[in-house]
């Protein structure tokens, strides 16, 4: 068995985790016939390969030292690029992109984690794809880069030859579905054991981010409305009584929120309500139908219904991973 050679990409500014996360990952994935020595032989050749020789840098001080550099780099089967606040501007997205774009056709696969993304944009390869990044990003990227169909929300994306994915360890979700496609779902698996982590996470980013943040002026006469509304989640929150309070007829209304927010009335205030009731479901003191009704659900089914659609798990498990106090109340 030929192990294939992932290329991990180094840069001064890195997310460390980003890198060694899932370098772990594809070092766990060890074949179980042994190569003659009475070890256990490596799937994976894994490579750091620097922008130069010189070691570099991460966010948290970790310094690395590079096997290979851009310019010495052998073929890859697959490159990986780690996020970092460097990538989002400057030189070192630039020389990156470059090397990539050139490189690109001889790589069978190319995946960013994080941040990533920002050095594989410039290219052109992911226009008109479906992608991710960490969620406090996926705007910013949307607006950088409108040909690129972003989807805040998800763990990991696959398009093609083109992986991305969410922030930090999101990238060991990539990294196992990556071993799964090469050996299957029991080497995957094996390699999640030993990390000790979800071969499959249920649910998206949103569960993990935090509650919505409303990026308005304080001069802007929708945000009387809105915080009127975060109060008030359990009375009418229609169209038209929203209307009523900014002083404009429903229809003006509805077109101007979706200027302003991007979004339809009715799929802000549902957000509102899911974010509320998510903090609510921490601090784990009142049963599921009662946060339910506290944040304005007509009833325990429609709450579960919408939680689980936005979030990708029931309000249940929500609760159990994130509550802040034990003996939780179903």
């Known amino acids: 068995m030929n192990p294939k050679r992932i290329g991990f990409l180094g840069y001064d500014g890195l997310q460390a985790l980003d890198l060694v996360g899932p370098l772990e990952a594809f070092m766990t994935a060890v074949g179980e016939e042994g ?69 690109a056709s001889k790589i069978r696969r190319i995946a960013s984690v994080c941040t990533g993304v920002y050095a594989v944009a410039p290219t052109g390869l992911l226009d008109g794809r479906r992608v991710t990044t960490h969620w406090r990003f996926a705007r910013d990227l949307a607006q950088r880069f409108p040909r690129l169909k972003v989807d805040a929300n998800a763990l990991y994306i696959k398009d093609d030859k083109f992986y991305t994915s969410a922030g930090i360890t999101a990238g060991i979700d990539l990294s196992l579905a990556l071993i799964e496609d090469d050996y299957g779902s029991q080497v995957a698996l094996s390699v999640a054991r030993e990390l000790v982590v ?34 008030h989640l359990r009375q009418d929150l229609s169209v038209e009584s929203l209307a009523g309070r900014a002083y404009l007829c429903p229809r003006h209304f509805s077109r101007r929120f979706k200027e302003v927010f991007g979004t339809t009335p009715g799929v802000f205030v549902e957000t509102l309500r899911l974010d509320e009731a998510r903090r609510r479901l921490a601090e784990n003191k009142n049963t599921i139908e009662a946060v339910g009704a506290s944040v304005g659900f ?11 659609k936005r979030f990708g798990i029931p309000p249940s498990v929500y609760r159990s991973r994130f509550a802040t106090h034990t003996s939780p109340r179903k």
């Open 35 to 103: 190569n003659g020595n009475g070890r256990p032989q490596d799937r994976y050749e894994v490579l750091v390969i620097g922008l130069t020789n010189e070691p570099f840098t991460a966010e948290t001080g970790i310094v690395f030292q590079p096997h290979k550099t851009i310019e010495n780099a052998p073929a890859l089967d697959t490159l990986i690029i780690p996020g970092g606040k460097s990538l989002r501007s400057g030189e070192t997205s630039a020389t990156i992109s470059q090397w990539l774009k050139k490189r």
């Open 298 to 308: 007509g009833s325990a089914k429609a709450f579960r219904r919408s939680f689980e």
């Open 198 to 231: 979800y071969l499959k996470r249920p649910g998206g980013q949103e569960q993990y981010s935090e509650p919505l943040q409303f990026q308005i002026q304080s001069t802007d006469h929708f945000a009387d409305v809105i915080t009127w509304a975060r109060s």
